[in-house]
């Protein structure tokens, strides 16, 4: 028997109480989004579970899509049966035929949430457990460590089976947490930020700042292709590439050069804030990890914050970059990040960076220097770009995750 049915579990949704509900249908909307291109499914979500009924659908391919989809804690193929005990012998046994090899143990473990069903756990456990054992040859219960754990579910409407449990995602749904907009370079670090943050539940919209001629286009393909990878996990994102050509001379020319570099996170910061106002977003992330590099010690965060109250989360901040390499490489966005393509911070770096800037003299080098008209010309200019299709290149990746 082909299992007919993905039975989808909620990991911390559950104990959301009264947003529950938003929780649940964005769910839903975020994993009808990742199969979309699976027209004949259909959906019914209820209070702690979603199903989704298949027609015939290679089954596997779809418990990989939904592996991206966050706020799932676990899922399983299912099959559905009415709440009559002889037809759930039928299914129970064939269910079990489906998946088991020769010299496996099992074990039925029912979980009764109707509780008007006429017999009780113990009994059903018993009546489908000895109906498996005298159909099948070479199967035997094992009820501490079984191969296969038959579990059945007694619905309102139905009877559930499921053998086959699949890790989910875990986090947040995707976009129940609020918008922030994301500071991707083409680095290792942001797109993991990102990720981190897609994981919680935030709805995130990059902005990437490229200086041509100094960076390529291949830069820009860069971040382009990252955005892409993020889409998986999201659904679709929002691109915005912020042309910062000027206001990097600029400040080569006005600023002195060990404060260029704070300078320059400033004045990205700014643009941020400024794209985030106008787009309805209510936090920035950023890739920063403390002490990694010059403009990450504390008193450079602390300088660089200096031009926003808006709340900048730093999802990488604790941890060691071999662990965000690792992420990184989990998600697919490692090889892409390690192309070398130069950034726009990369080429202006000055030699000797201050370590510990401080605020109050960036802001007085910046006050001799025009840099609103500069900033309002530049989020005017910005490129925005929505992805919302996975690249056949990207769709490849998909099946090495995980
Ligand atoms: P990453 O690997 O994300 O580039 P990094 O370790 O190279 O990080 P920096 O280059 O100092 O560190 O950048 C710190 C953070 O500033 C990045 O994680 C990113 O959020 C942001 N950032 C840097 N360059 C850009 C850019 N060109 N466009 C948008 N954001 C940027
Ligand atoms: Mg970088």
Do not use: W
């Amino acid at each position: 028997m082909l299992f007919d049915h993905i039975m989808i579990r909620f990991g911390e949704i559950s104990t959301k109480g009264k947003n529950r509900r938003k929780f649940i249908d964005s769910l839903l909307k975020n994993i009808r989004d990742v199969l979309s291109e699976h027209d004949s499914l259909r959906y019914q979500g209820t209070r702690d579970r979603i199903y989704i009924k298949l027609h015939g659908e290679n089954h596997e391919l779809i418990a990989e899509k939904l592996s991206h989809v966050f706020g799932i804690q676990s899922y399983s193929l299912a099959v559905k049966a009415e709440k009559d005990i002889s037809v759930m012998k039928d299914a129970a046994l064939s269910a079990v035929k489906s998946i088991y090899r020769r010299g496996d143990t099992f074990k039925v473990s029912t979980r009764r949430a109707d509780k008007t069903f006429p017999l009780d756990t113990n009994e059903i456990n018993y009546q489908l457990g000895s109906h498996i054992l005298v159909n099948t040859e070479e199967l035997s219960v094992d009820l501490h460590k079984p191969d296969i754990n038959l579990r059945v579910e007694v619905r309102e409407d139905a009877v559930y089976f499921t053998a086959k449990d699949y890790k989910g995602a875990g986090g947040l749904p995707a976009g129940t947490s609020g918008k922030a907009m994301l500071l991707l370079s083409g680095g290792i670090d942001s797109p993991v930020a990102g990720y981190l943050s897609l994981k919680r539940g935030l709805e995130i919209e990059a902005v990437h700042f490229f200086s041509p001629p100094y960076t390529s286009e291949k830069a820009k393909q860069k971040v382009v292709d990252l955005t892409n990878e993020l889409v998986k996990f999201g659904g679709k994102m929002v691109l915005h590439i912020v042309p910062f050509t000027e206001i990097q001379e600029l400040i080569q020319k006005q600023i002195p050069e060990n404060y260029t570099m704070t300078s320059t996170r400033r004045m990205m910061l700014k643009i941020t804030d400024a794209i985030r106002e106008k787009n309805g977003g209510l936090a920035i992330v950023t890739g920063e990890s403390l002490g990694q590099v010059a403009s990450q010690t504390t008193e450079s965060m602390y300088a660089i914050n200096g031009v926003t109250s808006t709340p900048v989360l730093r999802p990488l901040i604790a941890m060691d970059k071999l662990d965000i390499i690792e992420i990184a490489q989990k998600i697919g966005t490692h090889d892409i990040s390690v192309q070398p393509f130069e950034d726009c911070c990369t080429i202006f770096t000055p030699a000797a960076p201050k370590t510990r800037p401080k605020k109050e003299k960036a802001e007085r080098f910046e006050s001799f220097v025009n840099f609103e008209d500069l900033i309002e010309k530049a989020v005017e200019k910005t490129e925005t770009i929505t992805i919302d299709k996975q690249s056949s290149k990207t769709q490849e990746s998909f099946s090495q995750l995980f």
